[in-house]
Antibody, heavy 120, light 109 residues
């Protein structure tokens, strides 16, 4: 069965960086992209960007351009999301999700989420 | 601000039918997908494409689309359907970015 398992919770100080991992299993990793979505406390879902696990192409949300980097390691079927220059409003649960396919919109499997707390 | 607009809250009596809507220009070009999220849990895909349900999603969930509006319908709402529901699509600028609606909190009375 398809599973996305994320790394554990992080506490960071303002200005620091965080790197969250997402290990995929149960499918051919390079056949799908991975999206990253975050959710601030009590707020809605915010798409952060997408990376192709096939060729590493990325598409980042405009508001995060320059602060976010998404990568993959096909040898371990793991995707990574690094966010730099952290601010208090980056405090959120960060999810990885499989998809979407090029012509679609669906994110069909999600990781369990990683809480990132930014606090001095 | 989201390019997809959802009503913040909707309620439905147990066993009745409820429609949750999502509006946005990009829905003229792309089908919306719909997600259910319960407190403390990751979102779950419930509808994608024209009207497709992933394995394990009850058939009381259905989707439709007309013009710039996509709808998620729950026919015979159950207590366990109480949750937040989000739509998503691509943005309307052509850069293939994904956008989410602001979410609708569904209360089953």
């Amino acid at each position: 069965q398809v599973q996305l398992v994320q790394s554990g919770a992080e506490v960071k100080k303002p200005g620091a960086s965080v790197k969250v991992s997402c290990k995929a299993s149960g499918y051919t990793f390079t056949s799908y992209g991975i999206s990253w979505v975050r959710q601030a406390p009590g707020q809605g879902l915010e798409w952060m960007g997408w990376i192709s696990a096939y060729n590493g192409n990325t598409n980042y949300a405009q508001k995060l351009q320059g602060r976010v980097t998404m990568t993959t390691d096909t040898s371990t079927s793991t995707a990574y999301m690094e966010l730099r220059s952290l601010r208090s409003d980056d405090t959120a649960v960060y999810y990885c999700a499989r998809g979407p396919l090029p012509s679609g919109t669906a994110l069909d499997y999600w990781g369990q989420g990683t809480l990132v707390t930014v606090s001095s | 601000s989201s390019e997809l607009t959802q009503d913040p809250a909707v309620s439905v009596a147990l066993g009745q039918t409820v429609r949750i809507t999502c509006q946005g220009d990009s829905l003229r070009s792309y089908y919306a997908s719909w997600y259910q999220q319960k407190p403390g849990q990751a979102p779950v895909l419930v509808i994608y494409g024209k009207n497709n349900r992933p394995s394990g999603i009850p058939d009381r969930f259905s989707g439709s689309s007309s013009g710039n509006t996509a709808s998620l319908t729950i026919t015979g709402a159950q207590a366990e359907d109480e949750a937040d529901y989000y739509c998503n699509s691509r943005d309307s600028s052509g850069n293939h970015a994904v956008v989410f609606g602001g979410g609708t909190k569904l209360t089953v009375l």
